[in-house]
């Protein structure tokens, strides 16, 4: 079973770049997260989505921009790419019956 | 404002040992209370989750303790294993049903040696 799959799983960017990363999950789950994840910080949620079209804020937006056009892909776009955005970022699915979240493996993304 | 704060940021314990993370949180509304568990170049996956109603849940070795009162809940790993070396996150949401945000702890990062 592919469960969340996240593409690239490592990137360069230079200051000022754009880019998108990639989330796709297989198991028809309507919620669906993206996190980014600092050296003793824990995970922040940066936006998240209840169902194809809608999206919301998370904690740490700014900066980042999302879409959701099908229940199965949330792509997650950095305009403008600072060093303080250097990261792993990490898209999760929600099975809403347990509430268990399913994580994708990672993109490490490197802003210089 | 960290609604859920995370402790020890780091612990080492031998082979056997009693592993104990702690989490403190603040909002009354949190009512899903899962860990999650790391290991590196992964990402997180579900260990074992309480809901307040009930003050623990034990899991093979894993264990939640679950103290409304005092707005804490711990994760007690008996007889660990290497294998068990990973880091390790509190976290919690309110209304599983609903969006179910999930604020995590800053992590634990576990190292258990043989």
């Known amino acids: 079973n592919a469960g969340v799959t996240q593409t690239p799983k490592f990137r360069i960017l230079k200051i000022g770049q754009s880019m998108t990363l990639q989330c796709a999950q297989d198991?028809?789950?309507?919620?669906m997260y993206w996190y980014r994840q600092d050296p003793g910080m824990g995970l922040k949620l940066i936006y998240y989505s209840v169902g194809a079209g809608i999206t919301d804020k998370g904690e740490v937006p700014n900066g980042y921009n999302v879409s959701r056009s099908t229940t199965e892909d949330f792509p997650l776009r950095l305009e403008l790419a600072a060093p303080s955005q250097t990261s792993v970022y990490f898209c999760a699915s929600k099975n809403s019956n347990t509430g268990e979240l399913f994580f994708g493996e990672g993109s490490r993304l490197t802003v210089l | 404002q960290q609604q859920v704060k995370q402790s020890p940021q780091s612990l080492i314990v031998q082979k056997g040992g009693i592993s104990i993370i702690n989490c403190a949180y603040e909002n009354t509304a949190f009512d899903y209370f899962p860990w999650y568990q790391q290991f590196p170049g992964k990402g997180p996956a579900l260990l074992i989750a309480?809901?307040?109603?009930?003050s623990e849940k034990k899991e093979g070795r894993f264990t939640i303790s679950f103290n409304k009162s005092a707005k804490q809940f711990s994760l007690h790993i008996m007889d660990s294993q290497p294998g068990d070396s990973a880091t390790y996150f509190c976290?919690?949401?309110?209304?599983?049903?609903?969006?179910?945000?999930?604020?995590f702890g800053q992590g634990t990062t576990l190292q258990v040696k043989p």
């Open positions: 309480i809901r307040p109603d009930v």
């Open positions: 198991m028809n789950h309507n919620y």
């Open positions: 976290a919690a949401s309110e209304g599983e049903g609903n969006t179910g945000k999930l604020i």
